[in-house]
């Protein structure tokens, strides 16, 4: 193996581990509010997004509609999102947070900026820009068709 397949083999076992660690460390403070991992990578989505279609939530996150939808069906019975059907188009609709869900998130966000303090607090701010930069080049091969 070259140099450089040493490191991307490397690297791509790295971000196995890390995402290991990180679902581990994460799950203990979304257990808390009796969340799946895959219901609260929902949540952060449209918590970003402020507003989201449920068709889009499945690009995001890389899954099918049919996954999403279960899973926002899920949320929606705890009452945690809210489904708003399109005006424009039926087939449509619209996720937002509920004020319950929101709180919820503003848990999670202070729990999750304090681990993340710590995780980070020996990388210099231009080491983590290139890592992600890195990483978005990365996200944006996965979209890209390669058959």
């Known amino acids: ?13 790295l971000m196995l581990e890390l995402t290991a660690g990180l679902e581990a460390k994460v799950s203990a403070i979304f257990r808390e509010f009796d969340l799946t ?15 989201i279609k449920s068709k889009d939530l499945a690009k995001h996150q890389y899954s099918t ?4 939808s279960q899973l ?14 399109s005006t424009i188009d039926k087939r449509d609709w619209y996720i937002t947070l509920t004020p319950n869900a929101q709180t919820i998130m503003n848990v999670i966000n202070a729990a999750q900026k304090a681990k993340m303090e710590f995780m980070y607090n020996q990388i ?5 820009a290139t890592t992600v930069a890195t990483l978005k080049l990365i996200k944006s091969n996965l979209s890209k068709n390669i058959d």
């Open 72 to 85: 926002l069906d899920v949320l929606e019975a705890k009452n945690l999102i809210k489904k708003t059907q």
């Open 37 to 51: 991992f895959s219901q609260s990578l929902i949540l952060f989505q449209i918590n970003n997004a402020g507003q």
């Open 1 to 13: 193996m070259t140099h450089s397949e040493n490191l991307k083999s490397e690297f791509f076992k």
């Open 124 to 128: 210099k701010s231009t080491e983590l």
């Open 65 to 68: 509609k049919g996954a999403i």
